[in-house]
């Protein structure tokens, strides 16, 4: 069973728009929230995260929304650039182990 | 930052043979280590959990005589494909974290065998 379901599967974005990726749970035990990025022949890296005590976390270009009610979270890349074409998966974890729960993946491609 | 080197980055080995990837944390301590096993264009699929000092932890249909993992250091995991075939090519990670909210990935390993 998939315990972090995200979509979109793939994702083509023109330069400058904005890149939209959303991942959905049902264990309501999770308290960790964190997105990465995977460029081809690389590990994942952690590009951003929340926790659920707040709705909303940006860093730079990169923002995610948390809907605690809706157990939904999702990551805006604004402004993107070819530079951040890459996979992105979303995770999740508790607090009772250090074991992630990934998503499917997006596979994003921002065309110049 | 917490760093996860892992080594080496490709290797090409022929049918029958056996292969040792190592997945070091240089400036944390990780009792626990994961590896992931990524087919091209797919998710991460978690293999096994790596306990220091003792065994592993296999996840459901992953053979634990083909990949042996061994955790001998807080430092240092490794994980060994044994009599290697060409299905067993593909993308290997290990991560750990050096803190509770926090999970590092290595670079990871292409392995293809011939």
């Known amino acids: 069973q998939q315990q972090v379901k995200q979509s979109p599967q793939s994702l083509i974005v023109q330069k400058g728009g904005i890149s939209i990726i959303n991942c959905a749970y049902e264990n309501t035990a999770f308290d960790y929230f964190p997105w990465y990025q995977q460029f081809p022949g690389k590990g994942p890296a952690l590009l951003i995260a929340?926790?659920?005590?707040?709705s909303e976390k940006k860093e730079g270009r990169f923002t995610i929304s948390f809907n605690k009610s809706a157990k939904q979270f999702s990551l805006h890349i604004m402004d993107s650039q070819p530079g951040d074409s890459a996979t992105y998966f979303c995770?999740?974890?508790?607090?009772?182990?250090?074991?992630?729960?990934f998503g499917t993946g997006t596979s994003l491609t921002v065309i110049p | 930052g917490a760093v996860v080197s892992q080594h080496p980055s490709r290797v090409i080995c022929k049918s029958g043979t056996s292969v040792k990837i190592e997945c070091r944390s240089l400036?944390?301590?990780?009792?626990?280590m994961f590896w992931y096993r990524q087919f091209p264009k797919q998710s991460l699929m978690l293999m096994a959990t790596s306990n220091e000092g003792s065994k592993a932890t296999y996840e459901q249909g992953v053979e634990k005589d083909k990949f042996l993992i061994n955790h001998a250091s807080l430092t240092l995991s490794t994980l060994t494909v044994t009599s290697a075939h060409p299905e067993d090519s593909s993308f290997y990670i290990c991560?750990?974290?050096?803190?509770?909210?926090?999970?590092?990935f290595g670079s990871g390993t292409r392995l293809t065998v011939v």
């Open positions: 995770a999740a974890s508790t607090n009772t182990g250090n074991q992630f729960y």
């Open positions: 400036d944390f301590q990780a009792t626990t």
């Open positions: 929340i926790r659920p005590d707040v």
């Open positions: 991560s750990a974290t050096p803190n509770f909210y926090g999970y590092t």
